[in-house]
Each structure stands twice: as C-alpha cells, then as structure tokens.
C-alpha cells in the first residue's frame, strides 16, 4: 500500500550497474555487455566501462570482474596487473 504523498525513487543506471556487478560471484565474471543488458540498457556496455572506471568502492562493488567479450580482462582503475592478479586470486583466469 502506498503512503500518500509519497514518491517513487527510481535507481539510476549506475545504481543498477553497481548492483550487477555486487552480485558477481568471486571466482566469476561478466561483460560489460551482459553487466549492460542486466541492468536494462544493452547497448550501453561503454558506459558501464565509465562507471566501473570511477567506482569508489572496490569492496562493495568487485569491478575487476568485468571483462571484455573478447575474453581479454581490459582495464581497471587500479591497472591491469592488479585486475589480472585479482582475478587468478579468485580462480577466474
């Protein structure tokens, strides 16, 4: 039931991006295509490429999990040594 007055708050892309991604399980990733399609904008895989660029919270948020549909792991805020390590840490390279 509704309480009067009350407005809707509609999540942002990046909140639903963000959400997505949160929800890799460790040892697994996406692509930024899928994490695009999951968060209902399937053609909007270079944004989710921005958004993982700037994400400020690497522990919430497992953005080294999102690779590129070639297979390569492509970039990382933090460099991509770091992105490779992490993920053969996890078991998903």
Do not use: Q, W
Not at 17 to 45: D, N
Not at 49 to 55: D, L
Not at 74 to 92: D, I, V
């Amino acid at each position: 039931m509704a309480v009067s007055g009350a407005k809707r708050i509609r999540e942002t892309f990046k909140e639903k991006v963000y959400r997505v991604v949160a929800a890799i399980p460790r040892g697994e990733t996406l692509t930024y295509k899928e994490v695009a399609r999951r968060a209902g904008r399937p053609l909007a895989y270079r944004a989710v490429g921005n958004i993982m660029h700037r994400n400020p919270d690497t522990k919430r948020v497992p953005c080294h999990r999102v690779v590129r549909s070639d297979g390569d792991p492509g970039g990382y805020a933090r460099g991509r040594k770091k992105k490779m390590l992490l993920l053969k840490r996890e078991g998903a390279l």
